[in-house]
């Protein structure tokens, strides 16, 4: 192919693909189903966006399913302890592609004010992809509704040619870490 | 009025050990040996039917136990019980038998102290799991644990 | 017509409702053995949250737990604060003056309306009814929790108490608010027990479950609403009459068939009596100082303090040891939900699988604090 047709070609991909990606990304983030996952004092603050003053439901994200099986988005609202960081992750793991995950408040960020203690993780991004941090202890119901219009702008912003979950070569489940005897060890590794 | 079931006991167990010390809530030191006698006869004969608090504390020299007693029916005010256990092999007499709401308490004490209570029905670690190492109350555990990878790959 | 017993060989199963689950408040987990439907045995599994809170007690100085004191029951955190406030006063020979303990009190009846409205939404929720109860339970808390951020500067982590009174003083909206919001509680409880209180379903699933007799409340330790349910008159508000709880004419309302539907009565009632407590606060608060002032470096004298209080959900009791420096040598919290939690299986045996969460929650845990 010469040049000016191969160009020709890459745009008529390309507009096709975009009309697709707008219907896609369209349907997607106009119903992000959550999943009822509340750890501690952060879990509160996301049922009041529930609730009839900060409704969520307008944002089509009234659903919000119990099992990860029908979940669309994990948002880990609370400390996430080390007793607790396996059942998170396998929970992610669990849960079906296309799937994002929000970390609100500042222990699921990075520990918040039980940093470093001998059993408090230091942010669930030790394990799991985060795709958008909402800051606060706790975040107001109307910051976590800011996190939200961020994320559909990243829903809208992705496309399907390169979207991960249909790329054999991109590898989606993360490994469970295992409770030893002093902390968390990931499988495959020894202690340090 | 600790003072007066102080006396009291004292006249019904004249070959035990209790001392009374002094300080914003008076209390009655007894020995572990003795425990679980002076402990039936407050809570039959005198009436303390009601266990608030099991804490363990971490003495430089010692371990301490501490109970805080109250009673239904008469007045306010805590009876306090403090034993002692050694720091070397600490154990006390267990109390669930008398009142069954010390059960978690005495596990939680246990499992953050390392004390252990002997005759308790089901001793195991209630609040951190199976298998892990150490006692994290004790004052020579430090704050961050031993050892951790979250910690090493996020700082 | 005839039985025939034959010999079958029957096992039990087990069942595990894991700390993910939408009806056990939190992460708690519960290993249940069952034979057919009827459970056998319970054991709960608690530490999901445990944060480690003592220890960080120890490492702070006494100003700096404040704060963490709110992160314990995470819904009622201005009685959390009382608690650990009034223990350091006890320790220290603090006075507060009379403003600041009238300012207390309010904070404090507030936040018991709030806790007990929240209960009963989620007890409802469990049942079944998925949402409604709690909705309108959210919108109280939502008026309420607007005072707070009046007062406090936040709405949930108030860390508002501080040695020796509050940190602020009440700003001038403040008092006309509070009086709309009184004038318009006993209205919303009315509608609350309008919806709720008659209702056969309501009736059915709670009437006969989880019967928990006097003498076995006592003596595993239960304090609170489960304790007055099963008609044992224990208030620590009348019993020990700290702060001026002397001051203020309520009664304690009791339970006479001892099982959740009590339980569900005895937190309307003191809603209704916090009602009270309310309207004779405002009545009687008078002008004056709200705080003391302190050395800047705070270093209570030696000894130990046990002091309780009574807070929405029990008895909330802070026990103190300090060596005569700035951060206390043990800090311990005797949480209610957690002590409470150990009559569960007692309550749970002989009933089916549906019961086990009605009775989980008529007790109303939260895991913040039974965790710590």
């Given amino acids: 192919m010469t040049e000016e047709e191969h160009i020709a070609e890459q745009i008529r991909r390309n507009v096709i693909i975009t009309t697709i990606d707008k219907i896609y990304n369209w349907g997607r983030r106009s119903s992000v189903w959550p999943m009822g996952f509340g750890l501690a004092c952060c879990a509160f603050e996301m049922i009041c966006a529930a609730a009839s003053r900060f409704d969520f439901a307008r944002f089509g994200m009234e659903m919000m399913r119990p099992t990860p099986r029908q979940a669309d988005l994990l948002i880990v609202s609370g400390t996430v302890t080390k007793k607790m960081a396996p059942q998170v992750v396998r929970l992610y793991d669990q849960m079906p592609e296309p799937k994002y995950v929000l970390a609100m408040g500042a222990c699921a960020i990075s520990g918040g004010p039980f940093k470093d203690t001998y059993n408090a993780v230091n942010g669930i991004d030790t394990y799991l992809p985060v795709d958008v941090y909402v800051p606060g202890c706790p975040p107001r119901p109307e910051a976590l509704l800011e996190g939200f219009i961020k994320l559909h702008q990243m829903i809208e912003g992705q496309t399907i040619l390169t979207s991960p979950w249909y790329r054999k070569e991109v590898e989606r489940e993360m490994p469970v870490p295992i409770l030893g005897p002093r902390g968390l060890v990931l499988p495959g590794e020894g202690h340090e | ?155 | 017509m005839q039985t025939v017993e034959t010999r079958l060989r029957t096992e039990t199963i087990t069942l595990n409702m894991g700390p993910q689950h939408p009806s056990t408040h939190g992460v708690f987990r519960m290993i249940i053995t069952l034979d057919g439907e009827t459970i056998v045995d319970l054991e709960p599994v608690m530490g999901y949250l445990h944060r480690c809170q003592e220890k960080i007690g120890e490492r702070n100085t006494y100003l700096q737990n404040i704060p963490y004191t709110d992160r314990l029951d995470y819904i009622c955190s201005m009685s959390n604060n009382l608690a650990y406030v009034m223990a350091v006063e006890k320790l220290a020979q603090i006075e507060v003056p009379e403003r600041a303990e009238y300012i207390r009190i309010i904070m404090v009846e507030l936040t018991r309306i709030v806790n007990h409205a929240v209960a009963i939404g989620a007890l409802l929720n469990d049942l079944g009814c998925f949402f409604t109860p709690m909705l309108y339970a959210l919108e109280e808390r939502e008026r309420i929790l607007d005072l707070f951020e009046m007062a406090s500067g936040s709405r949930m982590m108030c860390n508002y108490m501080r040695f020796g009174g509050v940190r602020y003083d009440l700003p001038p909206g403040f008092m006309p608010e509070l009086k709309s919001v009184v004038a318009a509680l006993p209205d919303f409880i009315d509608e609350f027990e309008r919806l709720l209180t008659d209702n056969e379903i309501v009736r059915i699933r709670c009437q006969g479950v989880g019967i928990l007799p006097p003498d076995v409340a006592v003596g595993y330790s239960c304090t609170g609403p489960l304790l007055r349910a099963s008609g044992v008159d224990y208030d620590i508000r009348k019993v020990d009459s700290y702060s001026i709880y002397d001051r203020f004419d309520f009664d304690v309302p009791l339970g006479t068939n001892y099982d959740v539907y009590d339980r569900y009565l005895v937190r309307i009632g003191e809603m209704r009596q916090s009602v009270r407590i309310l309207e004779q606060a405002i009545e009687q608060i008078p002008e004056g100082e709200v705080s003391v002032k302190l050395p800047r470096v705070f270093k209570p004298p030696e000894g130990d303090v046990y002091h309780r209080i009574e807070s929405p959900k029990g008895e909330l009791g802070f026990y103190l040891v300090s060596d005569g420096s700035t951060n206390p040598y043990r800090y311990k919290i005797r949480s209610p939900t957690f002590i409470n939690l150990i009559v569960l299986p007692e309550l749970c045996k002989g009933h089916k699988v549906a019961d086990v969460v009605a009775i989980l929650g008529s007790i109303d845990i939260v895991l913040g604090e039974v965790d710590r």
């Fill in chain 2, 1 to 155: 009025m600790s003072r007066e079931v102080y006396e009291r006991l004292v006249e019904e167990f004249p070959e035990t050990s209790l001392e009374y010390l002094e300080g914003k809530d008076p209390a009655i030191s007894v020995k572990a040996d003795d425990l679980f006698e002076v402990a039936r006869h407050l809570k039959e004969k005198q009436g303390y039917d009601y266990l608030s608090a099991v804490t363990g504390v971490d003495y430089p020299d010692r371990f301490e136990v501490i109970y805080h007693l109250y009673s239904m029916k008469e007045g306010p005010g805590p009876l306090i019980l403090k034993v002692s256990a050694s720091k070397e092999q600490p154990e006390v007499p267990s109390l669930v038998s008398l009142w069954p709401g010390a059960n978690f308490q005495e596990r939680e004490v246990y499992d953050l102290m390392g004390i252990r209570f002997a005759g308790h029905p089901d001793l195991k670690r209630i609040l951190l799991w199976e298998g892990y190492e150490g006692h994290p109350l004790r004052k020579d555990f430090p704050i961050e644990g031993y050892q951790t990878i979250g910690q090493e790959e996020s700082s």
